[in-house]
């Protein structure tokens, strides 16, 4: 079983639309969780960190479920620069090992 | 501020000719750094990690190796490369004691 599992979409929304994004993750002792975006043939960068309260950052929103062993991923009002690959990333807490969902795809329609 | 800088951004060699990726990091002391590799369409695989210098731990077995001869420099090497060798290599650095990745710009190698 992977340790983290996304759907890889894609994603197809039109501008405006609110979508939504789920990870699960196997580890129930995972202690850190973040969401990373990555652009076509770009790196991944640190889009936010997910908070066991969930957190907000905009138009941003994620939450954790540790019951279920999920976190998401809300985008508000999508916008044509929110197209890109947003990759799950879960830790055991130790430091030294993160692990990567293979991402899933978000395009943003005119 | 601290800062990652990873070079060649691309790169195209010959099966069978060795390789040589460097990476360094500005602005902090002994970080975490680590080797990532994407192939195309596919998740980010980690490849070595090191928490200091000299310090490597190997993740997946492979005809790559790593090194670290100084703080903040981490070096990919392959004597020998394979076309099941190409794909995006990222370089990502992060503190210790703390969680969340910074990653370099990549390189983009393909092996023909």
């Known amino acids: 079983r992977k340790e983290v599992e996304q759907d890889p979409g894609p994603f197809n929304v039109p501008e405006g639309a609110t979508v939504a994004f789920n990870c699960t993750y196997s580890?129930?002792?995972?202690?850190?969780f973040f969401w990373y975006r990555q652009d076509c043939r770009k790196e991944p960068k640190l889009l936010m960190s997910v908070y066991s309260s969930g957190n907000e950052d905009g138009r941003f929103t994620a939450q954790l479920n540790r019951a279920s062993q999920y976190i998401s991923l809300l985008i508000r009002d999508s916008k044509l620069s929110d197209s890109a690959t947003y990759l799950c990333v879960v830790s055991p807490g130790a430091g030294n090992q993160f692990y990567f969902g293979t991402g899933t795809s978000l395009t943003v329609i005119p | 501020s601290q800062t990652i800088h990873q070079w060649p951004a691309t790169l195209v060699q010959p099966v069978g000719s060795p390789l040589s990726l460097e990476c360094t990091v500005e602005?902090?002391?002994?970080?975490?750094l680590y080797w990532y590799r994407q192939a195309a369409g596919r998740g980010l695989q980690l490849l070595f990690y090191?928490?200091?210098?000299?310090?490597i731990s190997s993740e997946v077995p492979q005809n790559l190796s790593a090194s670290r001869p100084q703080d903040r420099q981490f070096i990919l090497s392959s004597k020998k490369l394979l076309l099941s060798d190409s794909g995006f290599y990222l370089c990502a650095w992060s503190p210790k004691g703390q969680y969340g990745y910074t990653f370099g710009s990549g390189t983009r190698l393909t092996v023909v």
């Open positions: 580890n129930s002792a995972s202690q850190s």
């Open positions: 602005g902090t002391s002994n970080p975490n």
């Open positions: 090191s928490v200091g210098i000299g310090q």
